[in-house]
């Protein structure tokens, strides 16, 4: 192999002899995973024509099912099939059969034999064909299957008259044709066709959308067509391969039925053969550009890229103060100035994303606005652990538990979304610190991490906010017949507060008797009560109206408590 001396002339060869191996190695596997890829295609358009054939079939059930029930619940026809009168039973079962665009409908007797018949009016008495169909049908009170009369296959229902014990039974049916056979055709492009077993060995093409001639092979199938349902496999038809699925088509009667689906190989890959050939042609007409090119680009490239590379390393390692200096216009001087800025961007990019992780840490339980101030004020040092005075508001749903059993989850969760989505709004308005959303339970309390001379009145303006905004949402929920009520708590007094957990996960919580104090008045109130604590009245007696309550005997406090309702705010 000769060796090349300049550096420029080895960067050409390399490029040239890398593009050829990549280009043969692509067309080479793009070739191979053309046809697998047809072939998965295939397969999956052929397991989504059975499901669009099953769903076409289950409509059609449905659809005879209905008619026949409604033929069932039908009084006069009653009336008609326990008088013996054939030619009105018969009249009716034609009219109701052109009406719903039926085959045929037949009642039958409950000893299995034709009371009537709109294939073979002058068939009654004559033994049906179908007992299987009856059988199913005593068991699950109704039935359907794809059965044979007079060797086509029809999809039948069978439904019992009831009057009210079942006196008959019921079968509607449709025809299952070439021209069924075309409707799923045009919904799912493929190739479709109906089998049957025949009781006297061999088998017979039902119906299909494929020219006479090219049905031969499918008499070639493996046998007991029945088990082979849900198979795919390769069938040789006319020179040509098609993919070919056996689909089940349900519940059949006196003898084995399957779908047929294919689809051929061939016109599966015609769209790829054509990408094959645009794909060498691209491969030859870039290899010939590619010479040119790393000529090009082997003279400009070499010492800026190493400059750049050498920077990036230096960003890699978390230098982002050196810059680099290429003196160029063209791509690669434009690569070193946006180079250059991407660093300046991670500079910033690193210091705007801790500041934004501490205002989200902050956000879990503080207002928007306080959780800003204190990072950008860069006191975070309040949140350490310390002792102040605060005011805990506690509030809860009275009746949940109860409507969390008889609730759907999904019913639970949408009240829940609405119960926070009033609450939230109303606590970052008067500044609240969130200490816990467990539930239908939430805890505020106010005066810290920022202190606030009107704490007490925050809070009772809050409690009287939540009260107004939670009684609109609990009406609607009880006029679904939820029994749901609402009640506050709010007590003053010292607690040790700060950030506890771990790293990566911190709340920050409020410990003291205080927050006891508050569950507790909480617990105690009825709907629509706030119960405040003596202290809480003496702190605003000027804004709030309130009247006494006996006092009241608290899990955890050895004495009685003092306790006051809010009946409103003195403000307008």
């Not at 033994?127 to 296959?153: C, K, N, Y």
């Not at 496999?233 to 059949?252: F, N």
Request: charged share 20%; glycine share 8%.
């Amino acid at each position: 192999m000769p060796r090349f001396k300049r550096f420029q002339s080895r960067i050409v060869v390399f490029v040239l002899s890398l593009l050829t191996l990549v280009s043969a190695s692509t067309f080479v596997v793009v070739s191979l995973a053309v046809t697998r890829n047809a072939r998965t295609q295939i397969d999956h358009q052929l397991a989504v024509g059975a499901r669009v054939f099953t769903r076409l079939i289950t409509a059609r059930t449905q659809q005879l099912a209905d008619a026949a029930r409604l033929l069932s619940g039908d009084f006069a026809f009653k009336v008609a099939a326990t008088s013996d009168d054939r030619a009105t039973v018969l009249s009716v079962l034609e009219n109701h059969r052109a009406r719903i665009g039926a085959d045929v409908i037949q009642l039958v007797s409950l000893d299995r034999k034709l009371l009537a018949d709109t294939l073979h009016p002058g068939s009654p008495g004559t033994p049906f064909g179908l007992d299987d169909l009856i059988a199913r049908g005593e068991q699950a009170e109704e039935a359907s299957a794809i059965a044979l009369i007079d060797g086509r296959p029809y999809q039948m229902v069978a439904v019992p008259l009831l009057a009210p014990l079942p006196i008959a039974w019921i079968c509607v049916g449709f025809i299952v044709d070439d021209q069924v056979a075309k409707d799923l055709q045009q919904l799912t492009n493929l190739q479709v066709s109906f089998l049957a077993d025949r009781s006297a060995g061999g088998r017979t093409v039902l119906a299909s959308t494929l020219p006479g001639p090219a049905r031969a092979p499918l008499l070639g199938l493996p046998a007991d067509l029945a088990r082979q349902a849900g198979r795919t496999l390769s069938l040789r038809m006319q020179g040509d391969d098609y993919v070919t699925l056996l689909a089940p088509v349900g519940e059949t009667s006196g003898g084995g039925i399957v779908a047929v689906l294919q689809r051929s190989l061939a016109e599966a890959l015609r769209p790829y053969r054509r990408l094959q050939a645009t794909l060498l042609a691209l491969t030859a007409a870039g290899l010939v550009v590619s010479i040119a090119g790393a000529v090009v680009i082997a003279r400009r490239v070499t010492r800026p890229v190493l400059t750049i590379v050498e920077s990036a390393r230096r960003v890699e390692r978390g230098d982002y103060d050196h810059t680099v200096s290429v003196d160029l216009s063209d791509e690669i001087g434009e690569l070193a100035n946006t180079f250059n800025v991407m660093t300046k961007g991670l500079a910033e990019r690193d210091r705007v994303r801790a500041e934004l992780e501490r205002v989200g840490r902050l956000k879990r339980f503080l207002s928007p606005q306080v959780a800003e101030l204190i990072v950008s004020s860069g006191k975070e040092a309040m949140l350490a652990s310390h002792r102040r005075e605060i005011t805990v508001v506690f509030c809860d749903v009275r009746g949940f538990t109860a409507f969390g059993e008889h609730a759907e989850p999904e019913e639970v969760m949408g009240f829940l979304r609405a119960y926070h989505n009033a609450l939230g709004p109303l606590i970052f308005h008067y500044e609240g610190t969130l200490e816990q959303f467990a539930g239908d339970g939430v805890m505020v309390f106010f005066n810290d991490p920022l202190e606030e001379p009107d704490h007490a009145a925050r809070a009772v303006r809050l409690a009287v906010g939540m009260r107004q905004g939670v009684a609109k949402l609990l009406e609607s929920w009880r006029g679904r017949g939820h029994t749901l009520g609402f009640g506050v708590g709010i007590a003053i007094g010292f607690a040790t507060l700060g950030r506890i957990g771990f790293e990566g996960r911190f709340d920050y919580a409020a410990i003291g008797s205080v927050s006891n104090l508050a569950a507790r008045l909480c617990a105690e109130a009825r709907d629509g009560q706030i119960l405040v604590s003596q202290a809480v009245v003496a702190a605003v007696e000027d804004v709030v109206q309130v009247e006494p309550l006996a006092a009241l005997t608290l899990k955890g406090f050895e004495k009685p408590v003092p306790a006051y309702n809010v009946l409103g705010l003195k403000e307008s």
